[in-house]
């Protein structure tokens, strides 16, 4: 089992920078692609931007330029780093690791979610 703990959200001003953690801990034989979704009030929960383990990255269209996922592998660990940031990125942002299990089985695993607000 992949239980993932989420750090780094709060309140930040428009234009601000904020930067996310979500590290995996558990008994896995891998995670493959991490990602993170983000959910805003009245809204479904969206794709922000994935990684594979190799490093291939993909962004939503509304944060490209602006957002940046990274990974260390050695830690476990999938970070976002959130620049120029609008009030509408005010969501929760959720961790996702796609992971197998040493019997090769692939299963997911979500973050507890963090706030992330931009207001003035």
């Known amino acids: 089992q992949v239980q993932l703990v989420e750090s780094g959200g709060g309140l930040v001003q428009p234009g601000g920078s904020l930067g996310l953690s979500c590290v995996a801990s558990?008994?896995?034989?891998?995670?493959?692609?991490m990602a993170w979704y983000r959910q805003a009030p009245g809204k479904e929960r969206e794709v922000v931007a994935t990684?594979?383990?190799?490093?291939?990255?993909n962004y939503a269209d509304s944060v490209k330029g602006r957002f940046t996922i990274s990974r260390d592998n050695a830690k476990n660990a999938v970070y976002l780093q959130m620049n120029s940031l609008k009030p509408g990125d005010t969501a929760v942002y959720y961790c996702?690791?796609?992971?197998?299990?040493?019997?090769?089985?692939?299963?997911?695993?979500w973050g507890q979610g963090t706030q992330v607000t931009v207001s003035s």
């Open positions: 996702l690791a796609e992971w197998e299990g040493f019997g090769r089985r692939p299963s997911n695993t």
């Open positions: 558990g008994s896995f034989f891998t995670i493959n692609t």
């Open positions: 990684i594979s383990f190799g490093g291939n990255t």
